[in-house]
């Protein structure tokens, strides 16, 4: 807090300076009695002593604090609370208002980033969908730094951007029967050229198509990612051993059939 020493007086325009407010409120405040300066000089100028500069910063505190200036006035006229006792409570009132706005810069991250990814939802929220192993946070962020300037990543942003809760969690099912229905075939041994296994390879393509235009090509690049990107080859081999493998290879067949 900027202050001014015991001995020392200062004129409007130098108090308006040092706490950074305009003189035509100072002069307000002289007029409604609020702060008042203590001294003039021979030339008849309003001169402001180290008191009422501190009263000065109270003022302020609390118009910071929300509060109108009669109540202001009234809480530092008031012959029971000590000059003490109003620090105390603007410290009180400042402790909660720095409180709300954690909570509230809180509350914006939280929105920033559900926007950032296309996802309208709650970090904790993504997490009840899609699980508490979820990495979005983690994939968005590379994928934005890898496609952030291509169609694809346009299109994902722009398709995703309405998204619900209730569509991300119908989006999960689907994803899920669409893995288990992949290690199903892969326990019963159907070859990844076959019509079966290019079946199950045209409803992934689908369920990219969600986001982005999935062509045979760009297909064929995810499937290389599954097994070159030890994250999402955990991911299908947690599903079924080998899963990620299968689900490469019937893609690229697929692609190479059509």
């Known amino acids: 807090m900027s202050s001014v020493s015991d001995s020392e007086s200062m004129l409007v325009g130098e108090v308006a300076r040092l706490v950074g407010i305009s003189v035509r409120t100072l002069h307000h405040y002289d007029e409604i009695s609020l702060v008042v300066p203590s001294g003039r000089t021979p030339k008849g100028y309003r001169s402001y002593s180290a008191a009422d500069v501190e009263r000065l910063h109270q003022v302020l505190t609390y118009r910071e604090l929300g509060f109108v200036l009669e109540d202001i006035a009234a809480l530092l006229d008031d012959p029971s609370v000590d ?5 105390v409570r603007q410290r009180e009132l400042l402790d909660a208002q720095i409180d709300r706005l954690h909570r509230m810069a809180a509350a914006v991250d939280k929105m920033m980033e559900a926007r950032k990814m296309g996802i309208q939802l709650t970090p904790d929220e993504q997490r009840e969908v899609f699980g508490d192993d979820w ?4 994939y968005s962020a590379e994928a934005e ?4 300037q291509s169609e694809a990543w346009t299109q994902s942003q722009s398709r995703t951007a309405s998204f619900t809760k209730e569509d991300w969690t119908r989006v999960k099912a689907e994803t899920d029967a669409l893995e288990a229905d992949f290690a199903t075939a892969l326990g019963k041994g159907v070859p990844v050229d076959s019509d079966e296994a290019a079946v199950l390879a045209e409803r992934h393509r689908a369920s990219i198509e969600r986001y982005y235009d999935c062509s045979y090509e760009m297909h064929v690049c995810l499937g290389e990612m599954y097994i070159a990107d030890e994250r999402f080859t955990k ?10 493998q299968y689900l490469r290879d019937a893609i690229v067949a697929n692609a190479e059939g059509k």
């Open 235 to 244: 991911h299908y081999d947690d599903v079924a051993p080998g899963l990620a």
């Open 145 to 148: 730094e890898r496609w952030g």
């Open 135 to 138: 990495l979005g946070e983690e």
């Open 83 to 87: 000059a003490m006792a109003h620090l």
